[in-house]
């Protein structure tokens, strides 16, 4: 019996494992779809990352500006490192990540980036909920300052777009997580140590 992760042709080799760990075996439509979905929750949290820190007020909320400056700064550490190798394992061969034989410092990047910036979305959200008056810089409203009525929506809005991002940063963190597990250890990383599991 074939071990645990052995690879396929590099025709399902385009991406790294940590996108989705079925484009390596033998159905690259349901690796298409993997990666898909998992850059699609990393595009949507920076860019919902970058709405809600230009909307968080500076003066008046300190404390909440400062979760959201570190927790983007963590998410982006990840998204970068994400990008960088994705990009180095698609155009050259020097840099091929097998399947399983993502160093870890790598996938600790990749899933403590995300999750860091998770737990800091959340004390955003809490603290949004305790400042309802000056946590956030309102735009102005149809006749000048906003109205009270125009501040409860956009509060609503803004607090959506939390919800939002944190949902997209559990996916990534999943995601991840699930493409480790299914890979499994870099059998294939070390010639003429293939461990086969079939038995196991």
């Excluded at 990008?83 to 899933?111: C, N, Q, R």
Aim: aromatic letters at 12%.
């Amino acid at each position: 019996m074939q071990p645990h992760n052995t690879l396929v042709p590099d025709t399902f080799n385009y991406v790294p494992f940590p996108h989705s760990g079925p484009l390596h075996r033998d159905n690259g439509f349901v690796g298409f779809v993997g990666v898909i979905l998992h850059v699609a929750a990393w595009v949507m949290a920076v860019i919902l990352d970058i709405i809600i820190g230009a909307a968080i007020d500076q003066e008046n909320s300190p404390g909440a500006f400062q979760y959201w400056y570190w927790g983007f700064i963590a998410l982006m550490i990840g998204f970068l490192a994400l990008v960088s190798v994705t990009i180095a394992h698609s155009v050259t061969d020097m840099f091929k990540i097998p399947e399983g034989g993502a160093p870890p410092f790598l996938m600790t990047l990749f899933i403590g980036g995300a999750q860091i910036s998770l737990l800091l979305t959340l004390l955003q959200m809490v603290a949004s909920t305790g400042q309802v008056a000056d946590f956030f810089t309102y735009p102005n409203g149809t006749d000048g300052l906003p109205t009270m009525q125009e501040k409860a929506d956009y509060r609503a809005s803004q607090r959506g777009l939390m919800a939002v991002t944190l949902v997209c940063k559990c996916y990534i963190v999943n995601f991840l997580q699930n493409n480790q597990a299914w890979a499994g250890p870099a059998d294939n990383y070390i010639p003429d140590k293939t461990i086969d599991r079939s038995s196991a």
